[in-house]
C-alpha cells in the first residue's frame, strides 16, 4: 500500500523457542552507517481463551479464538550483532466490536530503554526525546518511532 520497496536480509540469530542460532529473514527498515534498523515478524498464532459469562443459573465459561503475532524490531550493530528494541503483539479474537466490526488488541513495548543510546550518543538521543515529546510520539509505536528516525536523518545529514 505504500508502493515502496521492501528489502529482507537473512542473519543468523538465537531462536527464542529452541534456543538454536539459525537463519531468520529481518526486513530492513533504516540504515545507517554505524546501525541498522530491523524488523521481524513471527507467524500467526492460534489460540483460545476461556472468560466467564453470565448464565440463568449464575456464571458459565465460554471459549472464544484469539489469534495473535509479533513484530519485533530490532537494532543490529556494524558487527551485526542484534539485539531487539521494541516488542508490538497484536491480537484479534472473535468477539465482535460494534464501532469496528474487529476488536483488535496491540500492546507495546520497548525492551531496552537505554539500547538506542549505545547507537546514537546521548547529545542525539536528548533531541530525539525532545522531538518526540514536542510532537507527542512514543518511542513503543512503530509509527512513532519511524518519524522519529525521520527526524534523526536530518540530525545525521548535519
Known sequence: SHQKQRIFYSFPYEDPQTGVERPFFFELIRDYKTFAVLSRVGQLDLGQETYSTPQPMGWGSSTRLVVSQTETIFLMSSRGEIKPYIKIVNKEDDKVNLATGKDLKTTQKILDEDLLIEFITETRYKKL??????????????????????????LVAE
Not at 526525546?129 to 507527542?136: G, H, L, M, R
Not at 518511542?139 to 525521520?150: A, G, Q, S, V
Open 129 to 154: 526525546t525532545d522531538f518526540a515529546k514536542q510532537n507527542d510520539l512514543k518511542f513503543k509505536r512503530k509509527e512513532d518511532f519511524l518519524k522519529i528516525l525521520e527526524y534523526y536523518d536530518t
